[in-house]
């Protein structure tokens, strides 16, 4: 009897482990402890956040002229980064929506897109969701902008991401996702800026979609997380990547869709394209209680914090785009 216990304890050990490296995929890569802040500004960060959160709130789907201003606002930042600027227009349900995009480097061969939605659910500020994310967005442009890289990097601002349209072919991800498997576009990874500004270092401050995902991960929310599909092996890619630009602890998980949250903004359109995608966030409303109310305001967030994880994809993108 004793032998078996013994047996069954081994037997959950391994499991445990074997789960963890499944779903965590640990990585020796040390953080970087170099202060990075001030390579992005982080001043520029707020006024971004501020201006879609504030000046143009609401900017849901029936707010279309609040969703055009910020479009426009999008487009002129796009259009100072010595890129391609382009609308992408689409009608659903009799009025006019637009994605935002800006081409940097190189015009032909392979892509890395990098996006964010712009659109916000009900009547609310949205400043972490997603206004954090569209700042990170035009940030990570200006850091490209005057670069040499080797490969195409498109940058995104989608809209209708939230509800009514969310998980239709409505969202501005699927329209954009779909027109570049049409054009049998070579993407080799698509990230997705989806809330990056919401950090606490409170203890029990950070929750979980399971129980036994607790024992893998933080319970203080002040890291930054990468989603990836189960098999995939781009969130380790992008960990390890972004973990040497930055103090923020980058932690990621490869998972289902099933679970909740996993495919909840506008990579899970490029999944479905076959693509590889990944989602850059600050894990939403597991940590962020403010998430789709009238708390979701541009002092909760961050700023610090927000410029270390920006620079950090931008120097990550740089350097792949030049290993591709």
Same mark, same amino acid.
């Given at each position: 009897?004793?032998?078996?216990?013994?047996?069954?304890?081994?037997?959950?050990?391994?499991?445990?482990?074997?789960?963890?490296?499944?779903?965590?995929?640990?990585?020796?890569?040390?953080?970087?402890?170099?202060?990075?802040?001030?390579?992005?500004?982080?001043?520029?960060?707020e006024t971004h956040v501020r201006i879609l959160s504030e000046k143009y709130?609401?900017?849901?789907?029936?707010?279309?002229?609040?969703?055009?201003?910020?479009?426009?606002? *999008?487009?002129?930042?796009?259009?100072?980064?010595?890129?391609?600027?382009?609308?992408?227009?689409? *009608?659903?349900?009799?009025?006019?929506?637009?994605?935002?995009?800006?081409?940097?480097?190189?015009?032909?061969?392979?892509?890395?897109?990098?996006?964010?939605?712009?659109?916000?659910?009900?009547?609310?500020?949205?400043?972490?969701?997603?206004?954090?994310?569209?700042?990170?967005l035009i940030e990570v442009a200006r850091q490209l902008k005057d670069k040499?890289?080797?490969?195409?990097?498109?940058?995104?601002?989608?809209?209708? #991401? +939230?509800?009514?349209?969310?998980?239709?072919?409505?969202?501005?991800?699927?329209?954009?996702?779909?027109?570049?498997?049409?054009?049998?576009?070579?993407?080799?990874?698509? !990230?997705?800026? +989806?809330?990056?500004?919401?950090?606490?270092?409170? #203890?029990?401050?950070?929750?979980?979609?399971?129980?036994? !995902?607790?024992?893998?991960?933080?319970?203080?929310?002040?890291?930054?997380?990468?989603?990836?599909?189960?098999?995939?092996?781009?969130?380790?890619?992008?960990?390890?990547? !972004?973990?040497?630009?930055?103090?923020?602890?980058?932690?990621?998980?490869?998972?289902?869709?099933?679970?909740?949250?996993?495919?909840?903004?506008?990579?899970?359109?490029?999944?479905?394209?076959?693509?590889?995608?990944?989602?850059?966030?600050?894990?939403?409303?597991?940590?962020?209680?403010?998430?789709?109310?009238?708390?979701?305001?541009?002092?909760?967030?961050?700023?610090?914090?927000?410029?270390?994880?920006?620079?950090?994809?931008?120097?990550?993108? +740089?350097?792949?785009?030049?290993?591709?």
């Open positions: 009897m004793i032998k078996f216990f013994i047996g069954i304890s081994i037997f959950l050990i391994f499991l445990l482990f074997f789960l963890w490296f499944v779903i965590a995929r640990p990585t020796l890569v040390q953080q970087n402890q170099f202060d990075r802040k001030g390579a992005v500004d982080k001043k520029l960060l709130s609401p900017r849901n789907y029936q707010n279309i002229e609040n969703l055009n201003a910020v479009a426009n606002y *999008i487009k002129k930042q796009f259009e100072g980064m010595g890129g391609t600027v382009q609308e992408q227009k689409y *009608i659903v349900d009799g009025d006019e929506y637009k994605n935002i995009i800006v081409a940097l480097g190189p015009s032909e061969g392979a892509k890395i897109i990098v996006g964010a939605h712009y659109d916000v659910a009900g009547p609310y500020p949205g400043a972490d969701d997603n206004a954090s994310g569209i700042a990170g040499s890289l080797k490969t195409n990097i498109t940058l995104v601002a989608y809209t209708l #991401e +939230e509800p009514p349209y969310f998980a239709t072919s409505a969202m501005g991800s699927y329209i954009h996702a779909e027109n570049e498997k049409r054009l049998a576009s070579d993407i080799k990874i698509m !990230l997705s800026l +989806e809330m990056i500004g919401y950090y606490s270092e409170l #203890e029990d401050s950070q929750h979980y979609p399971l129980k036994l !995902l607790e024992i893998f991960y933080p319970n203080q929310g002040n890291f930054i997380a990468i989603v990836d599909q189960t098999f995939s092996n781009w969130g380790l890619k992008v960990k390890r990547g !972004l973990s040497k630009y930055m103090s923020v602890p980058v932690y990621s998980i490869n998972a289902p869709s099933i679970i909740p949250g996993v495919d909840f903004s506008d990579h899970r359109n490029y999944w479905k394209q076959g693509y590889d995608a990944v989602m850059i966030t600050d894990t939403s409303f597991y940590r962020n209680m403010a998430y789709h109310t009238e708390n979701d305001v541009a002092e909760n967030l961050n700023y610090n914090k927000m410029a270390e994880v920006v620079y950090a994809v931008s120097a990550y993108i +740089e350097n792949l785009s030049n290993e591709i």
